[in-house]
C-alpha cells in the first residue's frame, strides 16, 4: 500500500445535485486513474443492512442507541472489482454490493441518514478512508463537509428537466408507476436548498469516459467555487446538462 505522504495520490471530491450523473462520472474516473471510487450513499445502505439484519429498524421506530451501539462493531470497506470495473462494497467482510440495493434497504436508507450520530460516524469513516489518498468520492458535502481541502473538488449540475427525465426513467426501470411531471419538482428543490458563496466566471468541459462524448460545459458567472484556493484546492463545475446514451 503506498503511503498517504505520497504526493502522486490526491483525494478528488465530486458534489452536486442529483441526477447529474456523479456517480457515473467519479466511477469512470476512478476506473481510468487507478483509484478507488468510494459511493457515500453505499455507505449509509450498509448501515441500514446492518440495524435491518441486527433488528435495530422497525416499521414504526428506529432503536438508535442499538444501532449507534451496532456501529462500533461494524466495518465498511471497499475492494475494486475487475470484473464489474468498480469497487463493492464490504461489510465486516462480507460483499454486500447485492444486499444494500435491495427494496427494504431501499425503504429505510433515508430514515438512517437523517439520524445525526450515524452521519458523524460515517463522515469520520470517510475521512479515515482519505488518508491513504487515491481515492474518488461522490456525495453530499464531499468537498465542504468531509474533504474540505480536497487536492481537487468538482461541483456538477444540470438543466432540472434533464434530471427530471434521467430520474424518471431510472424509476420507470425499476418498475414504478410515477409520471415525469412528479418528478419535476423533485429535482428541482435541491436548486433552491443549496447555497454557495458568489465565485468569478470560468470556462471548462469534461469528457465523459463511457462514450467520449462532451458531458459537460459552463462559461458563466456562478454561484459555486471554480478556482485554486489559498490551500491548494482546486475547484472545478460541470453542467452535464447533456442527454448521454448509456
Do not use: W
Amino acid at each position: 500500500m503506498e503511503s498517504s505522504l505520497n504526493p502522486k495520490k490526491i483525494i478528488i471530491a465530486v458534489d452536486g445535485f442529483s441526477s447529474c450523473g456523479k456517480s457515473t462520472f467519479a466511477r469512470e474516473v476512478a476506473a481510468r486513474i487507478g483509484y478507488i471510487f468510494i459511493d457515500t450513499g453505499a455507505m449509509y445502505r450498509a448501515v441500514t443492512l446492518q440495524g435491518l439484519r441486527h433488528g435495530a429498524i422497525h416499521p414504526d421506530h428506529i432503536d438508535e442507541q442499538k444501532l449507534i451501539d451496532l456501529l462500533a462493531q461494524t466495518d465498511i470497506t471497499f475492494r475494486f472489482n475487475p470484473q464489474r470495473g468498480a469497487s463493492d462494497i464490504y461489510l465486516n467482510g462480507e460483499n454486500v454490493e447485492e444486499q444494500i440495493r435491495s427494496v427494504e434497504v431501499s425503504n429505510n436508507v433515508s430514515r438512517i441518514s437523517s439520524i445525526g450520530a450515524v452521519r458523524e460516524q460515517l463522515v469520520n469513516l470517510q475521512q479515515q478512508m482519505g488518508k491513504q489518498k487515491g481515492i474518488v468520492m461522490d456525495g453530499r458535502d464531499i468537498g465542504t463537509v468531509v474533504f474540505p481541502n480536497a487536492e481537487l473538488k468538482i461541483f456538477m449540475t444540470a438543466d432540472p428537466r434533464i434530471r427530471a427525465e434521467r430520474r424518471h426513467a431510472e424509476l420507470a426501470a425499476k418498475g414504478t408507476q410515477i409520471t415525469l411531471e412528479e418528478v419535476m419538482p423533485i429535482r428541482h428543490a435541491p436548486l433552491v436548498r443549496c447555497v454557495r458563496p458568489k465565485m468569478p466566471s470560468y470556462s471548462t468541459i469534461a469528457t465523459c469516459p463511457l462514450n467520449r462524448r462532451s458531458i459537460g460545459h459552463c462559461n458563466k458567472s456562478t454561484d459555486l467555487p471554480t478556482k485554486q484556493s489559498s490551500t491548494g484546492t482546486f475547484y472545478s463545475y460541470f453542467d452535464n446538462s447533456r442527454k448521454i446514451k448509456e
